[in-house]
C-alpha cells in the first residue's frame, strides 16, 4: 500500500518562510500528479497547488507567486515552497498524489491523500 509521509509543518511567523515536503513510499510503478491542497477550519479542501510528472504545475491563482511546487521524481517526493506567508494561510496541508501500481502485471491508477501537516502563520 502507499503511503503518503509529510514532514516540515509547523509555527511560523508572518512574513516568513516554510517548506513542505512529501514522500510516497511503497510498492509505486510511478506517479502521475502530485499536489498540495489545505482546508482551514470550516472550510472546505481547497486546491493549493499540482505538478505533473511532466513538471507541468497548476497554482491556485490567490498563491501564484508566494507558494512553488516541485518534485524529485526519484525520491518520489513533492515539496512546497512557501514565503510571505500569512495569518490567512493557516490550515491544515494535505499532500496528494495520484500513483500508478502494478498489480497481476497490470498497472491500477489510485488517488492518494496524505494524514495532513499543520501550519500556523502566527506571531
Known amino acids: 500500500q502507499v503511503q503518503l509521509v509529510e514532514s516540515g509543518g509547523g509555527l511560523v511567523q508572518p512574513g516568513g518562510s516554510l517548506r513542505l515536503s512529501c514522500a510516497a513510499s511503497?510498492?509505486?510503478?510511478?506517479?502521475?500528479?502530485m499536489g498540495w491542497y489545505r482546508q482551514a477550519p470550516g472550510k472546505q479542501r481547497d486546491l493549493v497547488a499540482v505538478?505533473?510528472?511532466?513538471?507541468?504545475?497548476n497554482y491556485a491563482d490567490s498563491l501564484k507567486g508566494r507558494f512553488t511546487i516541485s518534485r524529485d521524481n526519484a525520491k518520489n517526493t513533492v515539496y512546497l515552497q512557501m514565503s510571505g506567508l500569512k495569518p490567512e494561510d493557516t490550515a491544515v496541508y494535505y499532500c496528494?498524489?495520484?500513483?500508478?501500481?502494478?498489480?497481476?502485471?497490470?498497472?491500477?491508477?489510485?488517488?492518494?491523500w496524505g494524514e495532513g501537516t499543520q501550519v500556523t502563520v502566527s506571531s
Open positions: 496528494h498524489a495520484v500513483v500508478a501500481i502494478a498489480t497481476m502485471g497490470r498497472l491500477f491508477e489510485y488517488s492518494y
Open positions: 511503497g510498492s509505486i510503478f510511478s506517479i502521475n500528479t
Open positions: 505538478i505533473t510528472s511532466g513538471n507541468i504545475t
